[in-house]
């Protein structure tokens, strides 16, 4: 009798369970579901060495104990196969009724299986030392286990997107396993490896899925994000709705750290985080941790202790201040996937000074909601850049000295996939927000000189077209060569463009800004400043930039005519512009009366709703060809 590599794969399977056990881990249902694996590969092995010894020794028993011996470990081979079935549905029935359903059934499948094994004949084979069973009852445990390997096969196939990538994988070297084995056995009876096979598969998916250490961080015995994820699956799969906190620390700028000092207030941090209650703690990155509480009372009453610690100073001299920013996640059930968590607090983050200032901020349902809206925003740009679904309109100007309209200023729109027109309210501070609006702006950029290129503007009149440029763009210092290689692709005269800029806050904005705009004067291209009455309009600005065109807000023209302030601060800014020998174009005119009023001001360009709202290119040019004859 040769039990020795049943004996090994025991010890295997303790070694496994020693290392399974004594480790932090966060108790899922895929791991219990591991566990099950484990017993079940266990007892087989036990009932084959008790099998086997019962063989050996059946002479001095009746006949039926030994079959029955015999047929407990043919039970054992599928009970393996079924746990190994039931490991791989309880990650794709993340829900509660569905795993339900499916546990039933198995219960049913196996129940009947083990009672056809129970009673259909085995017969035993022993001579020269080779002793293996054979028979109806072996035929059908090799049938139950190959069509649940089958089963689990399929099922790694059919739902590859909602399984985990390297359990799949494990899953199928194991069913490779498992099939070559008991090929082999069913080949040569005399090779007894079915139960071996199915310890290396328990091994292997110790290894690569269910190794707890594979979701600790290693600094500070924490979970991982990984670990995170898993867990956030199963409690979305589950219903289980959880708070988070998330705390982030940091040094005041000013504060100078020695690697010592700082490693220990690090530990400082870590056990402190470590000593708090009711919670299992995730780091998300070098000085952050996020906190799951099931109970929301336990997150709220962490809050408090996390706000009062970080008032507090750290450090083994007790000198050093922290800030501490805390996000709290109230619950989780406002979140659509698992799997926007992260990036929900990564937007609260980023963020954090539109919502609140100090304290907690909170992740109510209003900026859930807002999250969602941008990145649906997001994706509208995305997709309208990819179908090109990227429109421009035009609006006319009215050139108060010829009575023409002479330019037009491009309006980017966005049409949705129904048809709608989007306007750039909606989509321009998304796309600043999200890096798009470069490609955005470039986009426009080429429509507006295939437009030029396209039909004939000078013909019409149209002297020029002013195109809007983002902050962003402007700080961007590939700028004037991009739109200079855009040009020369379609042959358009620079002296046909004129660039609409805002005055943008930051010095080192500036100075970039300040370089664009020169190479971009250089080849011709001209500058109108846009949007001036609003905000913080600097008249210094206008003396500042190389502009050629200033642009009246419609709030600065209506403030003039309201008799309020805007009357002086506008004549006088009209004063300094036209000694500049710059232009005025008024922005939002759309009565007659104010028409005429500026019209008597020396306002060079008026543009409005009075003459037209921005048009679609073909509209723009029937508008133009009726208006300018
Ligand atoms: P803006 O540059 O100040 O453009 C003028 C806006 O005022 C346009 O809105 C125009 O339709 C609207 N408008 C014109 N006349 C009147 C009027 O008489 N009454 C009223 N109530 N409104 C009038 P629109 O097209 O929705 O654009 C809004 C803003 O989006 C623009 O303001 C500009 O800041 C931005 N934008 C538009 N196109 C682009 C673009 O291609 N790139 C960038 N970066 N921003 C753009
Ligand atoms: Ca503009
Ligand atoms: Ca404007």
């Known amino acids: 009798m040769n039990i020795v590599s049943q004996m090994c794969a025991i010890a295997v399977m303790f070694v496994i369970m020693y290392f399974y056990i ?84 198995l219960w049913i499948f196996g129940i009947l299986t083990d009672i056809l094994i129970m009673v259909v004949p085995i017969k035993i084979y022993d001579s020269d030392n080779i002793v293996y069973t054979y028979g109806p009852a072996v035929i059908i445990t090799y049938a139950v286990t190959v069509i649940l390997l089958a089963l689990i096969l399929m099922l790694t196939k059919k739902y590859s997107q909602a399984i985990n990538p390297r359990r799949r994988k494990s899953m199928q070297v194991w069913v490779a396993l498992m099939f070559i084995s008991a090929v082999i056995q069913f080949i040569d009876k005399k090779i ?26 290693r600094d500070t015995g924490f979970f991982n994000l990984n670990a995170l994820f898993e867990y956030m699956k199963e409690a979305y799969g589950q219903g289980n709705d959880v708070s988070i ?23 400082e941090v870590v056990s402190f985080i470590n000593k708090l209650p009711d919670n299992y703690v995730f780091r998300s990155s070098a000085n952050e941790y996020l906190l799951v509480f099931e109970n929301t009372d336990c997150a709220e009453k962490t809050i408090g202790i996390l706000e009062r610690r970080f008032d507090k100073p750290w450090g083994g001299d007790n000198m050093t201040m ?37 304290g907690v901020m909170l992740i109510n349902n209003e900026v859930i909601e807002h999250i969602y ?13 990819r179908d090109n679904r990227v429109e421009v309109f035009y609006q006319p100007i009215y050139n108060t000295k010829t009575h023409k309209f002479t330019s037009a200023e491009a309006l980017v729109r966005i049409r949705s996939r129904e048809g709608n027109i989007i306007p750039p309210g909606r989509f321009i501070a998304v796309a600043e927000k999200r890096g798009l ?24 009149g149209i002297e020029y077209i002013e195109c809007n440029l983002s902050v962003v763009q402007c700080a961007y210092d590939h700028l004037a ?22 005055e943008s806050a930051s010095i080192t904005e500036k100075k970039i800004l300040l370089d664009n705009m020169n190479a971009l004067r250089k080849v011709g291209v001209r500058f109108a400043l846009d949007d001036f009455g609003t905000g913080q309009s600097n008249l210094s600005y206008i003396v500042d930039m190389p502009i050629d065109i200033v642009k009246f807000d419609r709030g600065m023209t209506n403030a003039y005519f309201d008799n309020g302030k805007g009357k002086p601060v506008m004549d006088a800014a009209m004063g300094m512009i036209q000694k ?38 073909a509209e723009f040019i029937s508008f133009i060809e009726s208006n300018n004859t």
Request: net charge negative.
């Open 22 to 105: 004594s480790q932090k881990k966060i108790i899922l249902h895929t791991s219990k579901a591991f566990v099950e694996v484990w017993i079940a590969g266990l007892l087989s092995l036990f009932s084959d060495i008790f099998a086997l010894v019962a063989i050996e020794k059946r002479s001095g028993y009746p006949h039926t104990a030994t079959n029955i011996i015999c047929k407990l470990y043919l039970w054992t081979v599928t009970w393996v196969a079924m746990v190994a079935f039931w490991y791989i549905c309880v990650d794709i029935f993340r829900k509660k009724e569905l795993e339900r359903k499916w546990r039933k059934r």
């Open 192 to 217: 007894l490896i079915v139960s071996f096979a199915s310890v290396i598969g328990v091994l292997i998916l110790f290894i690569m899925l269910e190794n707890p250490m594979a979701n600790i961080d």
């Open 245 to 267: 906190v998330c705390i982030r620390y940091g040094s005041n700028e000013n504060d100078f750290f020695t690697r010592e000092m700082e490693k220990s207030i690090f530990y």
């Open 322 to 358: 922290l800030f501490g920013e805390i996000y709290y996640l109230r619950s989780t059930e406002l979140v659509r996937r698992p799997s926007d968590i992260l990036g929900l607090f990564q937007y609260a983050k980023r963020n954090r000074a539109e919502f609140t200032g100090r």
């Open 373 to 385: 809206d941008e990145n649906s925003v997001e994706n509208e740009i995305i997709e309208a850049l």
């Open 437 to 460: 609006i470069l490609r955005l702006g470039e986009r426009v950029f080429e429509i507006v000189c295939r437009f030029i290129v396209q039909h004939d503007i000078h013909a019409m």
């Open 481 to 502: 060569q991009d739109f200079i290689a855009i040009m020369e692709k379609y042959h358009v005269d620079a002296n046909d463009i004129v660039l609409e800029i805002t």
């Open 580 to 617: 500049l020998k710059l232009e005025i174009v008024s922005e939002g005119i759309e009565e007659k009366e104010q028409l005429a009023k500026l019209d008597e001001l020396g306002i060079d360009y008026i543009q409005g709703y009075y003459f037209s709202k921005p048009r679609n290119a």
